[in-house]
DNA sequence: CTGTTAGCGCGTTCAC
DNA sequence: GTGAACGCGCTAACAG
């Protein structure tokens, strides 16, 4: 690989010319910045981003750990990362944590060793003790999807509880009283709350929570297919699903389906997140809105504010519930 | 941020032994050992990675350019380099270029200046010319889904054409004539490759090609929509539909369903890729399945062992076709 | 076993 | 407007 030196020595300038003319940092006669082009043209030339980050003491990396990349909802949260980053001319380095606490550790390490200009962390395995750790050495760490005591203006939440609830009145406006909750297995914030929204709803309309009627299991389409063979039993005892995300909802429907059940007639269903997907599932499906996209706008720029010291007070997420077709009036 | 020096005068060691110990790379007495590791500790230290590419002259980098994280190809795909490059040690710079001409360049570009240890280039928009540039200039490039010739050994494909004839092919052992084939509206070959495979089935089945029946639009789920919208007004006339990717299936199942038309009943679909989640789809959709994971790996390892100067031999990616419920047996 | 030192590629004074 | 030289944080000889 070309250095600035060669490019120096083709141009017949100095190294110092040279990276005026690439970072238009300085003046530069028309004769020098010409040969310069040419010879970084000719060599095929292209900064060392490594050797600028440690002479200019600043990256251009924004580092971020999510579960796993496949998973539509983190996905769609990197692709937002990367839009706020690019325009900002900075990289995303994703690490993936697999609700691993190793993994999550050592996603977290990889990132920091890179000196990033940002960390936008969604680790829901590590313990509080250990994320505070990181949270206390690393100013510039946000956190998604977690709150911890002490940090709550470095964490960036939507409100669960809230959403869930919404989900499950909606369903209750619609006559429904035995409904099931298929929650996460996952024992993080977010589950409790979702869980927590459900039961509040219930309560709220002085409907008996049947504990029968409530599961956990990962939220994935393989959690949501071994809950489905289960809700099974008990599928003439309930007229409804609460669902923790939108991909267990999408393995439940297709399990029940599977099994002559037909959604919404039979049972209906609400999910969590509205995926980019969700309004093309077989029925679209009522759901509530997961603004990842703008939260992970915000973890960007509460992070950049916090290394300039700024102080950034990230706008609110506003969860919302919207209906498509998978719910059925009861009369 | 503290700096190997830091940590050296806290262990009361030179920067020398800090590195050594750290990098495990030559013995180090256990006294200054345990006040290194002793020292590290307290500071939160991480060797600096920039720092360390720079000096050892090798990356730990992997550069990746994709169209779009968020589309459940890619993502999968990412998943899967990203697999690879941490049993590696190697960690995951993405850049997306959203199958645009100049984001594409942009993205190739930003990767170059981090110097990567391999680079794999889904980029489909460039011209040959200068995707050739590029080639001649990296070594370590090695591109995915696109053949450019005389650097066939840094290309890895799939048979798309024989995928699509797989899948064509058992429509019309179902008793299928009438088939429409919805296409990718990018000009790329894996679309003409597809067609093609499309075509070919026709031709050795002795069916008549009917160009009222082709269709081309984006390769997404707004895509499918647009097209489906238009096969509503030959609904009558065909009995199965051919889609270029399980993304375009996905939307064309559910406005067709939207629209009183059941599938597989009056219409029977087949898709390309198999995504995660196709099986989970309402009906199960049969489809070709792309083995995008094995691709992935395959292209880290070849971009490796080129800058390795060894010969790799990528192994073969064996397209087959999966059966499951979107297909119904015409008598 | 350990410390000193010379680069790695680049940005940036500071003279000229 | 330009070049020489130092330093960013680290690794890898080289001495000791």
Redesign the interface.
């Known amino acids: 690989?070309a250095t600035i030196k060669d490019v120096a020595k083709l141009a017949n300038v100095s190294v110092a010319t040279v990276s005026r003319v690439l970072n238009g940092s300085a003046k530069v006669s028309k004769t020098a910045k010409d040969a310069v082009l040419q010879a970084r043209e000719e060599l095929?030339f292209?900064?060392?981003?490594?050797?600028?980050?440690?002479a200019h003491q600043n990256?251009e990396?924004i580092g971020a750990v999510v579960s796993?990349?496949?998973?539509?909802y983190?996905?769609?949260m990197?692709?937002a990362i990367?839009k706020t980053a690019?325009n900002l001319n900075a990289?995303?380095?994703?690490?993936?944590g697999f609700h691993d606490k190793q993994r999550e550790r050592q996603a977290i390490?990889?990132l920091?060793?890179?000196?990033c200009r940002a960390y936008i962390v969604h680790a829901l395995a590590m313990s509080d003790h250990e994320i505070t750790?990181y949270l206390n050495?690393v100013p510039a760490m946000v956190l998604i999807n977690r709150k911890v005591t002490g940090y709550e203006h470095r964490c960036i939440n939507i409100d669960n509880k809230y959403g869930t609830y919404l989900a499950t009145l909606e369903l209750i406006k619609h006559g429904h009283h035995n409904i099931a909750y298929v929650g996460s297995s996952h024992n993080i914030l977010d589950a409790k709350e979702r869980l927590a929204g459900f039961n509040q709803a219930l309560k709220d309309n002085n409907i008996k929570l049947n504990k029968e009627f409530v599961f956990k299991d990962e939220p994935s389409?393989e959690g949501g297919?071994r809950v489905a063979l289960k809700l099974l039993d008990i599928v003439n005892k309930i007229t409804a699903i609460v669902t923790y995300n939108d991909t267990q909802a999408?393995?439940i429907?297709?399990v029940l389906?599977?099994h002559g059940i037909n959604i919404p007639n039979d049972i209906s269903i609400v999910g969590f997140d509205n995926l980019?997907?969700s309004?093309?599932?077989?029925p679209?499906l009522s759901t509530v809105i997961n603004p990842v996209e703008s939260m992970a706008h915000e973890a960007l720029m509460l992070s950049l504010s916090i290394s300039k010291n700024e102080h950034y007070l990230p706008s609110n997420f506003e969860v919302s519930f919207v209906a498509r077709n998978s719910i059925k009036t009861l009369n």
């Open positions: 690989m095929g292209v900064l060392n981003a490594n050797a600028r980050a440690l990256s990396i796993d990349v496949s998973d539509p983190f996905g769609t990197a692709k990367e690019h990289k995303l380095l994703i690490a993936q390490e990889n920091l060793s890179y000196k750790h050495l389409l297919e999408v393995s429907i297709s389906t599977q980019y997907m309004r093309f599932l077989n679209p």
